[in-house]
């Protein structure tokens, strides 16, 4: 009889944590039917001068940008973009302008979604696998997230990217190439009116709220590597500087931990590493500090291109203080002994980085793939149907892998 209690006893127990794992989900937040999730310890950390996962691994990020994608550049994609002020379409905005003018809001958008659905697709995420990269980076913009009303509400191509990324084990960076008013006047912030951001008390404002909505968006999602707070902050002073940046840059820190306390914070120096301040001054932690090494004007120069590159890392290990370095953007062009002599480098000195960049038009060195034959939509005199044409042909399928990527080592 004893024998029998104890049974129904253990049997009602065990219909009573059945109950309750349907009511509540096998994991608290999750719907009854999903399986718990494996801990994968993905969600990385600064610790020292290296990044670590959640197990204490140090992880080197080896990551290439995805420029082009949000935010055109008329040299590197399939638009008449002039990149210069007050000629023809001079930068990303007035080509949203124009396309609305003509074609409406909604036409505009479906021209865009053409656009962007052609120039990265779930294939290209395994291309980004196949050359060897763990991670991408991710430039956008306030307007890619932005409806007709201006509010932050359009997520749709960012949540797919997050989606694909945690698919594949890539992680991703989210870099904030477009502020509001412009952080630097340059093509590639899509506006090119002024810099605007840091001499603004609206635009900085408006700012501080987008990164306050992005955090809060993926601050589960333990495949963001970090937050790239200002791609290129340059202002109106040319370099990172105590009084227009500084300050800025910790109001963006305090509001993007006040919504999410774990996610890696990057942040970026114009030009040098000594341009920016020691982390503790601000009381900044978990942040990851990015310089973008570009040797202009000596594409072809191996010698000099060395010397470049051990200048940087003198200048790195020259820091007072500790904290994980990402070169976040730079390129060797053609030189294979110099992409070799580099990628060698940053990896003995644990330094992770993002090469620019994954596609390009014409036949430059700066892309991992080319378009040489892509034709460039003429927003202002092409129709709708020219323009959906050439934008539908920006596939990596019509892309030439650059030889230097087919024996690539990472």
């Not at 990402?326 to 644990?350: D, I, Q």
Request: contains cysteine; negative net charge; glycine residues 6%.
């Amino acid at each position: 009889m004893k024998a029998g209690r104890i049974r129904i006893t253990i049997a009602v127990l065990m219909t009573v944590a059945a109950i309750a794992v349907i009511a509540f989900g096998v994991v608290k937040g999750l719907p009854a039917d999903e399986e718990t999730p494996p801990e994968d310890y993905r969600k990385l950390s600064a610790l020292g001068n290296v990044i670590v996962d959640e197990r204490g691994n140090e992880v080197l990020l080896k990551a290439i940008n995805i420029g082009g994608l949000f935010v055109q550049e008329g040299w590197m994609c399939p638009t008449d973009i002039s990149a210069e002020y007050g000629v023809g379409i001079p930068d990303h905005l007035t080509m949203l302008a124009t396309l609305r003018e003509r074609f409406g809001y909604d036409g505009a958008a479906e021209l865009i979604e053409i656009y962007e659905s052609n120039f990265f697709t779930e294939s290209d995420f395994d291309n980004v696998s196949d050359l060897g990269f763990n991670a991408i980076r991710l430039p956008f913009a306030y307007f890619n997230l932005e409806n007709e009303s201006g509010e932050l509400t359009e997520f749709d191509r960012m949540d797919w990217f997050v989606d694909q990324c945690d698919k594949r084990d890539i992680y991703l960076i989210l870099d904030l190439h477009g502020a509001y008013g412009s952080q630097n006047a340059k093509e590639h912030s899509g506006d090119m009116s002024g810099a605007n951001l840091f001499v603004n008390e609206e635009n900085k404002e408006k700012t501080v709220a987008l990164w306050e909505t992005v955090a809060a968006r993926y601050k589960n999602r333990d495949i963001i590597a970090g937050y790239d707070l200002l791609n290129e902050p340059s202002g109106v002073t040319g370099i990172t500087n105590a009084i227009e940046q500084f300050p800025f840059y910790d109001e963006l820190y305090k509001a993007v931990r006040a919504v999410d306390p774990d996610t890696m914070i990057i942040i970026e120096s114009v030009w040098e590493a000594k341009n920016l301040p020691d982390p503790a001054d601000y009381g900044w932690e978990n942040v990851c500090y990015s310089y973008h090494n570009y040797n202009w004007g000596h594409d072809y120069d191996v010698e000099n291109h060395i010397e470049f590159v051990d200048t940087k890392l003198a200048s790195y290990a020259a820091l007072e203080y500790e904290v994980p370095k990402f070169v976040g953007e730079f390129t060797c062009f053609n030189l294979k002994p110099v992409w070799e002599y580099t990628l060698r480098a940053y990896t003995e000195a644990n330094i992770s980085y993002a090469i620019w960049t994954y596609k390009v038009t014409g036949n430059s060195s700066w892309g991992a793939y080319n378009l040489p034959n892509a034709e460039k939509a003429d927003v202002v005199n092409d129709s709708y149907e020219e323009i959906a044409e050439k934008w539908a042909a920006v596939s990596t399928e019509n892309a030439v892998k650059r030889a230097i990527f087919e024996d690539y080592i990472i």
